[in-house]
């Protein structure tokens, strides 16, 4: 089980900057070249000013296809849906799966995000589980809950034991971030 006080989730309505927040904790620990990060991140795929999908973006900046608009083989039609996005299952396992291995000297996983879109993954939420119970600090972010609604896998990461939740918010966003940043230099260091 993880330690208490080492896993750090962040959650806040869309937009609010999350993925902006975790890149740039991420950016402060990459100035320690010593450091041995796993993980990967989520962002937008946009086409003329339009966000058209999203992928999925390993720590050394590999990528895959997450979700898409664009329905472009039979075999897309059957994918599983979140709102007008088409999950790209297969893709998403195929670059994020290996990213959640636990390794030897692996100092901290970043997992952005634990949400709707990856989930699809029967694969996926077991490996965030075995990253938690590695004792290896994280930092992840999660969805907010939908019409008081949380979705049961994020709920599980929410109250686990090991786990404390930053609500974020356009006033407290840079607070936050240097809050995070200071608690992972202190357990960092200790790790």
Known sequence: MAGTGKCFLVTGPPGVGKTTLIMKVL????VNPSLKLQGFYTREVRRAGQRV???VVTLDGRTAPLASLNIST????????????????????????PELQVREGTDLFIIDEVGKME???????????????????VLASIPIPKFGRDIPEVARLRNHAGATCFMLSVSNRDAVGEQIRSLLEDLLIKH
């Open 53 to 55: 999908g999203f992928e």
């Open 74 to 97: 039979p075999e897309s039609l059957r994918w599983p849906s979140v709102g007008k996005y088409k999950v790209d299952v297969a893709s998403f396992e195929s670059l994020a799966l």
């Open 119 to 137: 989930l699809f993954s029967s694969s996926f939420f077991p490996a965030v589980l075995r990253v938690l119970e590695s004792n290896i600090p």
């Open 27 to 30: 950016e402060s620990r990459r």
